[in-house]
């Protein structure tokens, strides 16, 4: 319950105060997103299959958001930003795909 | 190996580590305090929430961003076309007040009737008058696009053969011309006898005032012998083939009634005072030489 509710006050924080993002962050913003989304996700199915971990949830959704947009940077840099946000974009829609149908399974045993 | 990996992206869903962590746990590993670790979860998912309406409120303002740009641009375009429009009007009505003033005072005497008549051929081939009257009417379009080209990531450029180019409209215009047309325009834009067709861009000017598809060109005079010798041209007939190849849309009708507007003025470039200067009327009075080869 707790973390549902993390989650509300932090949709509400963004749309009362809206903060600025620099400029230079913003293209990141999107693939960060699906990141965190991958995160979130591997961590509802692991307390599901009854193994969270508070740890490695923190750590896990840091690393994922920090590594992806460090990822599409670095293609950036080398002019191949699209096609890797691309591929960042596959391999984590394929996972969270992954994790709704466990997650799915878990609630509706089916 | 490429079966594998994809093997593995689809069999390995869930992070690893949180079936290691279990592990440890059940090996009798330490374990941190309840409240900080529901704390840290809670806190992480506020940055995941903050982070999801931030980009979307990000992506909203972006779009909408473009779309009032867009507008911006839109009506300033509209707005300028209508002063341009207000100003050609407001031409045309002074052109119309100095003409009659020119045919009044011309009036009063037998060498400014002479002239005058002189100056009503002169303008009649100059198209600088409204003219009506039975023609033809030749119709010009692009290509419709495909029908199967696909909306989505299909190629939106179309195929530059399927538009109707400057030439076309020359071609078809030089023809009406060699059939006799005693007077052509084009989308209401009158040709004169110095008017130019030609492309900027994409976009066919005429007299360098823009003429959008479908182009529609009327031409005045008899509309049989008009249609007969139009078509027999060869010209035509090559246009008529290379219509049928890339799918443009080329027609033509017979039409009782049509009415041309004036051609744009054309700059006074030559003038020659009168021979012997009569004193009833205005001597500073310029009438067009017999011979108005223009200087440029």
Known sequence: MIPI???????????????????WLQPYLP???????????????????????????????????????????????????????????VVLGIRIFGNAAAIRRHIFRA | MGASLLDAVLAETLDPAYAQAAAARAAGGPRPTRRRRAALVAATMAVAGLLFSVTY???AAGAEGREEVREALIGDIQRESDASDDLATELESLTEEVTGTRDEVLDNSVVGQRALDELDRAERGAGAVRVTGPGLLVTLANADPEADEDPVGGTTAEDPR????????????????????????????????TTAIRFAGEAVLVDFKPVTNPYEISAIGDPESLSRKFL????????????????LRFEFAREDELTLPPASTAELRFALPPADEPADTGSDETAPGPDPTPGG
Do not use: C
């Open chain 2, 57 to 59: 409120d990000q992506a």
């Open chain 1, 31 to 89: 693939i960060a997103v699906v990141a965190a989304l991958d995160a979130v996700f591997g961590g509802f199915r692991a307390r599901l299959d009854g193994i969270f971990d508070a740890k490695v949830f923190v750590i896990s959704f840091v690393s994922n958001v920090v590594v992806a947009g460090l990822i599409v940077f670095l293609g950036d840099q080398l002019g191949v930003g699209a096609q890797l946000s691309t591929a960042v974009v």
């Open chain 2, 162 to 193: 399927g538009r109707v180019a400057d030439g076309d409209l020359q071609l078809v215009v030089n023809a009406l011309w060699a059939a006799g047309a005693e007077a052509v325009s084009i989308n209401g834009q009158r040709l004169g006898p």
């Open chain 2, 232 to 247: 027999a041209s060869p010209q035509v007939s090559a246009l008529a083939f290379i219509a049928e190849t890339y799918g």
């Open chain 1, 5 to 23: 509710l993390g989650l509300a006050a932090g949709v509400l924080l963004g749309l009362l105060f809206d903060p600025t993002v620099p400029l």
